[in-house]
């Protein structure tokens, strides 16, 4: 084994690193994205919900 074998290893190591690193980072940022418009769909969802109820109270005679 050479130097210029064990660099040749470490870039395509390095390269492959990469792109595994690129397509990760891409899913985490969809998921993430998703993640959130639930979350915004979700509390708008119930504030509208507690804002149109009206609460009405019932009381038992006798």
Aim: aromatic content about 6%; overall charge positive.
């Amino acid at each position: 084994m050479e130097k210029a074998d064990l660099e040749a290893k470490l870039q395509e190591i390095q390269g492959i690193v990469g792109e595994t690193t690129q397509a990760a980072r891409g899913t985490v940022v969809i998921t993430v994205a998703v993640i959130l418009v639930i979350a915004l769909f979700f509390l708008f969802g119930k504030r509208r919900g507690k804002k149109g109820s009206a609460r009405v109270e019932v009381y038992r005679l006798g």
